[in-house]
């Protein structure tokens, strides 16, 4: 339903059916929500909310990719079903191939909503406190697919510095 109706929603905020199909896209996110293995996302997007009044759905949008990206070696089955569920399968892809697909795919989506990979008011010197807070945030309340520490935690965050 994402795939299928996102773009047009932001793009033609008057389609009703987009709009109807991403709230029911919504929804069954939120049903998923407590087994998806995406904590790292949200834990940062909550410090950048929490830091600089970041809205959080824009938050997720700037950190999903670098999650991904991180998470990939550890998740490609996962993503490679996205992929299929996107019709991004065309042909007889690996499931590693899929997995890049999906996410080349979900860059692409955030260049067409002008949403960058990074995040103009983030702070180098900001950098450890927000890995710090994320980390025991996700590793308390999230499922994640891929453990990081906080030097790791620290670098991928340090991609988002505009």
């Known amino acids: 339903l994402i795939m299928e109706n996102l773009e047009t929603a932001v793009h033609d905020g008057k389609n009703f059916e987009a709009r109807q199909n991403m709230a029911m896209a919504s929804y069954y ?5 407590t087994k998806a293995g995406v904590g790292y996302v949200h834990a940062i997007a909550h410090n950048f909310g929490a830091l600089y009044s970041t809205p959080h759905g824009l938050a997720n949008s700037i950190v999903l990719p670098h999650i991904l990206d991180y998470s990939k070696s550890d998740i490609i089955p996962q993503l490679a079903e996205l992929a299929k569920a996107s019709a991004l399968k065309t042909g007889r892809e690996s499931n590693k191939q899929l997995a890049d697909k ?5 860059r692409s989506m955030l260049q067409s909503f002008e949403i960058p990979e990074t995040l103009d008011s983030l702070k180098k010197e900001d950098i450890p406190r927000i890995a710090k807070l994320a980390l025991e945030e ?5 499922p994640v697919p891929k453990y990081m520490d906080k030097g790791t935690c620290e670098a991928l965050i340090g991609k988002m510095v505009a």
């Open 29 to 33: 996110a939120g049903l998923a929500f």
């Open 138 to 142: 996700a590793h308390a309340n999230y």
């Open 102 to 106: 999906f996410i080349a795919r979900v």
